[in-house]
């Protein structure tokens, strides 16, 4: 639970001086490196040095303490000002697995580098090709040796690996056949990214938008088993506790990214005359404007709901998975009524929205599929029988 105090001012400050920030990182910057498959470089490094990436790190660990609310609206001015935050924000949460579960060596030895932003830790390789959603089925194993930890086994979409100095790893550290909680056998580690060398093969996979995700192919990798983070075999569980944030965050971001197409499509619809009058005068136009303006305003409560509640320690599984949601359906639903909206030039580059088209698209689909939110949602808010 954070002990910052946060008041309507102190949000707005961090809205202003965050959309200040990206001002110069205009849609011309970010159309170049979508064209370029090129990482926003001169961005991240800003916003690091602005210390907006390491706001979640405690004061005592030389970050900015700031909680969950006020970190989500970082996320979403840089969504809403045409940015794409997915670039950098695991930068901010990823090392809150090393928070709550790292020993206090651990979190001495990273936390203070990645606040500064002289170590990038913005990996976390989980998902495998056979396992997909079902985390407690992955196959990567690390089998102890010693004073050591020898990884083999695959990962797939596993974003920002060539620009992390660090990356977290789920693997298996006791096979499944052999467990009774399937929930068990699982682990976590900090990779030191720069010390794997031919034993960690990152083969790039081109995606629809400008995301620098990965397949990675471990070939006898060994970590220090001091890099064990927390207790071996309880790994899913430190991830699942990283879940609500991560969620509250992206919640956030889709948000910014519904802002964006709306502001975007009213004031296109205004001024765009076609039949002696602006198309936004017709309900054609307006109205799917006007549903999407109030879907983003409601996920917005939901956002500051769960937000409110992690910061208090309160349990907010369910606020966190609806504010995905709603969120994530809300952006999809404002960026559709604003490529509408643009006719044919919504499809030209230079209008920058059927990039953040493509963008946004995704929250949908990561870091988790809206049907396993609603599965959530069902089974344990509901208390419906489970389908897996
Ligand atoms: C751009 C991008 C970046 C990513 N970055 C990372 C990363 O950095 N680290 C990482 O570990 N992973 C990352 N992922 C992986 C992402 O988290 C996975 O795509 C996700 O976990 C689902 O796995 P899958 O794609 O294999 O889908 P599958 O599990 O095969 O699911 C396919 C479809 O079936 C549905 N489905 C499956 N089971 C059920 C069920 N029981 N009930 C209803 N529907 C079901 C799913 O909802 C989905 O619609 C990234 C993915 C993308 C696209």
């Not at 404007?289 to 709901?305: K, P």
């Amino acid at each position: 639970m954070t002990t910052q105090t946060h008041t309507p001012d102190t949000l707005n400050d961090i809205r202003l001086a965050v959309r200040d920030a990206c001002r110069k990182y205009d849609g011309a910057y970010w159309r170049g490196l979508d064209k370029a498959g090129a990482y926003p470089e001169a961005f991240v490094r800003e916003m690091t040095e602005l210390g907006w990436l390491s706001a979640l790190i405690p004061e005592e660990h030389g970050g900015g303490g700031m909680s969950v609310t006020e970190a989500s609206v970082i996320l979403e001015e840089i969504n809403r000002s045409g940015g794409d935050a997915a670039a950098c924000h695991a930068q901010m949460y990823i090392m809150g697995v090393i928070l709550r579960h790292g020993s206090p060596e651990q979190k001495a030895r990273y936390l203070p580098g990645v606040a500064r932003g002289e170590l990038r830790l913005q990996a976390f390789a989980v998902t495998e090709p056979n396992a997909g959603s079902e985390t407690t089925r992955i196959e990567t194993t690390a089998v102890r040796k010693g004073d050591r930890y020898v990884v083999n086994g695959e990962k797939t979409f596993i974003s920002r690996v060539a620009q992390s100095d660090l990356m977290l790893l789920l693997a298996r550290t006791t096979p499944y056949d052999e467990l009774t909680n399937k929930t068990e056998g699982l682990s976590v580690f900090v990779v030191d990214i720069r010390d794997a060398g031919e034993r960690l093969r990152i083969q790039p996979i081109e995606m629809t938008f400008n995301r620098h995700t990965n397949q990675l192919f471990f070939d006898d990798l060994e970590i220090p088993a001091e890099n064990l983070v927390g207790e071996e075999g309880k790994g899913f569980r430190c991830i699942i506790d990283s879940w609500n944030a991560e969620r509250i965050l992206i919640a956030a971001e889709a948000i910014g990214d519904a802002r964006f197409f709306i502001e975007r499509a009213a004031s296109y619809a205004s001024g765009r005359v076609v039949f002696g009058r602006p198309i936004g005068a017709n309900q054609g136009v307006q109205l799917p404007i006007a549903r999407a303006y109030a879907h983003t305003e409601a996920a917005d409560l939901m956002r500051f709901e769960a937000a409110a509640k992690f910061d208090r320690g309160e349990r907010c599984g369910a606020e966190a998975n609806m504010a995905k949601l709603l969120a994530s359906e809300a952006a999809w639903e404002a960026a559709n009524a604003c490529l509408d909206a643009h006719g044919g030039y919504g499809f030209a580059r230079e209008y920058d929205i059927e990039r953040k088209f493509r963008e946004t698209r995704l929250y949908i689909t990561a870091p988790v599929n809206n049907n396993l939110v609603l599965a959530y949602l069902g089974q344990n808010a509901l208390g419906m029988p489970r389908s897996y």
